[in-house]
């Protein structure tokens, strides 16, 4: 089974990497502002580590995904309360839509979800160039 998701997912990539150069064959990141409870934190964390990452690296098209820990803003403004950005890297928009609609993403987001203060959270897209 493995074998089948990683043999998907290599051919999602080739696909994209050899089509037309529209805007949906360009790899995506989704950066998400998240404001996670601090007593919640170390839920979240192994949640990440534990469910949602291994879950997300098996879904065709998946590149990379990231949680990180805002030290400081420097300059500008961030999502108010917002202490982490999720980041998520897919081979195209497509690709990701359709890991979002899947039953695996309904059950392991929200063990991330679960453990923030807010469920409004800032979500921005932008494609590679």
């Known amino acids: 089974m493995k074998r089948r998701t ?13 089509t037309d150069g529209s805007e949906t064959a360009r790899p995506i990141e989704l950066h998400v502002d998240l404001t ?3 007593a919640k934190e ?6 990440f580590r534990t469910i949602f990452q291994p ?3 098996k ?3 998946f590149i990379d995904v990231k949680m990180l820990k805002l030290r400081l803003v420097m300059q500008g ?21 359709q890991w979002v609609a899947s039953e695996t993403h309904q059950q392991v987001w929200p ?15 932008y494609d590679e160039t």
């Open 59 to 61: 879904q065709p098209g």
């Open 6 to 18: 990683y043999l998907k997912s290599v051919i999602a990539v080739a696909s994209a990497a050899f």
């Open 36 to 38: 996670v409870d601090q």
């Open 111 to 125: 063990t991330i979800e679960k453990t923030l203060k807010t469920k409004d959270y800032t979500i921005v897209l």
């Open 77 to 97: 403004e961030l999502s108010q309360g917002a202490n982490y950005r999720f980041v998520l890297t897919f081979a195209n928009e497509e690709l990701r839509k």
């Open 55 to 57: 879950a997300a690296r």
């Open 42 to 47: 170390q839920e979240m964390l192994h949640n």
